[in-house]
């Protein structure tokens, strides 16, 4: 019963901005931490960000910091990143994920949105 569906996926300009949204459903979303997670050809997976149940607490990747925002909107169970200044490197396909509780990693996955930074 886990859903996470992502959407805002497309083709951007170096450079550009693009907003990411993971809407969640099937389990008590503001007790979960969440995460974004993205994959590319060659450099297979990376962490990209986490953020705690209250959105008081942030990571990013060391590749990302200063650029992506890692955000949630518990009142409509969804989780947002917003990417600015991007750049070819970061494009992937970018996955959602659950957190399945204390010291138990990622549970679930959404099946991701691609994302292409090209000029």
């Known amino acids: ?38 994959q590319s050809p060659g450099k297979g997976l990376e962490w990209v960000s986490s953020i705690d149940p209250a959105g008081s607490t942030t990571y990013y990747a060391d590749s990302v910091k200063g650029r992506f925002t890692i955000s949630r909107d518990n ?23 659950k957190s399945g509780g204390r010291g138990h990693g990622m549970d679930y996955w959404g099946k991701g949105t691609l994302i292409t930074v090209s000029s």
């Open 1 to 38: 019963q886990v859903q996470l569906v992502e959407s805002g996926g497309g083709l951007v300009q170096p450079g550009g901005s693009l907003r990411l949204s993971c809407a969640a459903s099937g389990f008590t979303f503001i007790n979960s931490n969440m995460y974004w997670v993205r």
């Open 75 to 97: 009142a409509k169970d969804t989780l947002i990143l917003q990417m600015n200044s991007l750049k070819s490197e970061d494009t992937a396909v970018y996955y959602c994920a």
